[in-house]
């Protein structure tokens, strides 16, 4: 039983709010104020306040989501949805287009070309859409608890950021804030997922870094989180790290494995990847180096040879696990 009274039922018909929240890309307790304040709650009951969200309750609050995304206020935009639909419970969605109207908001809020993805990218990029930090909270720890960390990452929050990076390009740049609002929640999802900083083993720790002139680090940041819920120590030095600062991390901290980030092929340097995986230190007769590793899109057509080359982020993490065992 929810402390507000609404208890969610084991699975069956209808979904349970929990799930309308997730596919809507709103807050569990949004859909319940929608409910209690506005009387948009679900046609059917099981016994007690059991609440179950038939296919005609979501057309309704689907609805809702399409008018406040446009900005209208809830109180307004329930009014419209409760003098907009029958009398009696809504129908199951049917197979023609929704009124002209409500459909061309709905398009104009929801169209990000997210393609063959999970449900729950869809909920995401509703609310960053809406910049609705609470429901956005919630969905990624949702999503990072039910999928892990890797998979989350590589099958729900990638494709979203990649959807609405298009959506920005495709719109004269009108979507600029939706993108760094959602990464910048994402990279707070990221660090509260990941423990504790993980204590230091000889010769097991990894440097990451982006190359001088890349500032994109939300996918270290992620590679950053999942080796340490591995347990493996990490160095995380950020976005556009200098030269002459990478060569004195590397040697002071002695690491197994350097990744390093480039987002794109005008900041990949291959002369700087040669010379980082040329170091040594450690007494002679015992020298050391570290093996590094050549992240992300921008080294694409400048592989250096005998560096991996992680194609993602489940690569990426094998591959530094690999090399600390070794």
Not at 38 to 67: F, I, K, N, S
Not at 103 to 124: H, P, W
Request: glycine share 12%; aromatic share 4%.
């Amino acid at each position: 039983m929810q402390a507000d009274g609404y208890a969610e039922e084991p699975r069956g018909g209808g979904l349970t709010t929990g799930e309308l929240a997730r596919r809507l890309g709103v807050a569990p307790t949004t859909v319940r104020t929608w409910d209690r304040r506005y009387g948009l709650g679900p046609d059917a009951r099981t016994g007690g306040r059991h609440r179950r969200w038939m296919p005609g309750d979501v057309v309704r609050l689907e609805r809702m989501c399409a008018l406040t995304a446009t900005g209208m206020p809830p109180a307004e935009a329930a009014r419209m949805v409760r003098t907009q639909e029958p009398s009696g419970p809504l129908p199951a969605p049917p197979d023609t287009a929704p009124p002209p109207p409500l459909r061309a908001r709905s398009r104009a809020g929801t169209r990000l070309r997210l393609g063959d993805v999970r449900q729950e990218s869809k909920g995401i990029a509703r609310a960053a859409l809406r910049l609705d930090a609470a429901a956005l909270e919630g969905l990624l720890a949702a999503v990072m608890e039910e999928h892990g960390l890797v998979a989350a990452w590589t099958e729900v929050i990638m494709p979203t950021l990649q959807a609405v990076g298009r959506k920005w390009e495709g719109s004269g740049e009108r979507y600029v804030e939706v993108e760094h609002f959602l990464s910048w929640h994402v990279s707070g999802a990221l660090r509260r997922w990941a423990p504790p900083v993980v204590a230091d083993r000889p010769g097991a720790t990894t440097v990451l870094a982006c190359v001088p002139g890349e500032n994109h680090t939300l996918p270290l940041e992620a590679l950053s989180a999942a080796l340490a819920e591995r347990n493996v120590p990490v160095r995380m030095f950020g976005g556009a790290l200098p030269v002459d600062s990478l060569v004195a991390a590397v040697r002071r901290t002695g690491p197994a494995a350097v990744g390093l980030w480039s987002q794109s092929r005008s900041t990949a340097s291959r002369p700087l990847a040669e010379h980082v995986a040329a170091m040594e230190w450690g007494v002679r007769g015992a020298r050391r180096k570290a093996a590094v590793l050549t992240l992300g899109p921008g080294w694409a057509g400048h592989g250096v040879p005998g560096l991996p080359h992680p194609t993602g982020l489940r690569e990426a993490v094998a591959a530094v696990e690999s090399l600390v065992a070794r």
